[in-house]
């Protein structure tokens, strides 16, 4: 006589293995997904905030030259008396600093205000130039403003440099 053998409800040992094993290798890929998508958005937005800090470093430093302010500096300082100068969004300010420390950060001080304003960081080599007409200078100090101020630096090796026109 043959014995039907019944077959009990539910799961054999092997069957839950590859289960988990499947379940736990989705779980790992949305992991990495979302650690991509997090370290993306880091990324990004490191790199707004650069550049707002470079379009507000750029206005700051643009309207200052162009204020037609008297200008005293050398490579790694800039001093304007605007006490003279014609400029809208700096009216009231009698004198504005923008300086490069030694960690190459650029600095911004109006009125010798203290704190001085952070303006941009992580600057390889950077410094300010002046040109007359027809030379670079590495110091300004005169009653005309120079025609041209450069302020120039690295960025991963490669030059920048903003160029501000004086009145």
């Given at each position: 006589m043959k014995t039907h053998l019944q077959k009990e409800p539910g799961f054999t040992l092997i069957e839950l293995?590859?289960?988990?094993?499947?379940?736990?290798?989705?779980?790992?890929?949305?992991?990495?997904?979302?650690?991509?998508?997090?370290?993306?958005?880091?990324?990004?937005?490191?790199?707004v905030n650069q550049q707002n800090e470079l379009r507000s470093a750029y206005r700051v430093l643009g309207d200052a030259f162009e204020a037609g302010a008297k200008l005293t500096g050398h490579r790694y300082r800039v001093e304007l008396d605007l006490t003279m100068a014609d400029s809208r969004w700096l009216a009231g300010s009698k004198h504005i600093v923008f300086e490069i420390d030694e960690d190459q950060a650029l600095w911004a001080s109006l009125d010798n205000d203290q704190p001085?304003?952070?303006?941009?960081?992580?600057?390889?080599?950077?410094?300010?130039?002046?040109?007359?007409?027809?030379?670079?200078?590495?110091?300004?100090?005169?009653?005309?403003?120079?025609?041209l101020i450069e302020l120039s630096w690295f960025d991963d090796g490669e030059p920048q440099a903003w160029r501000f026109a004086g009145r």
């Open positions: 293995v590859m289960a988990l094993s499947i379940f736990s290798l989705i779980l790992l890929i949305a992991y990495q997904a979302l650690v991509q998508t997090a370290q993306s958005k880091l990324r990004v937005s490191e790199s001085s304003s952070l303006l941009l960081s992580a600057l390889d080599q950077a410094e300010f130039r002046y040109l007359d007409g027809e030379q670079i200078h590495a110091s300004w100090d005169s009653a005309q403003s120079p025609a």
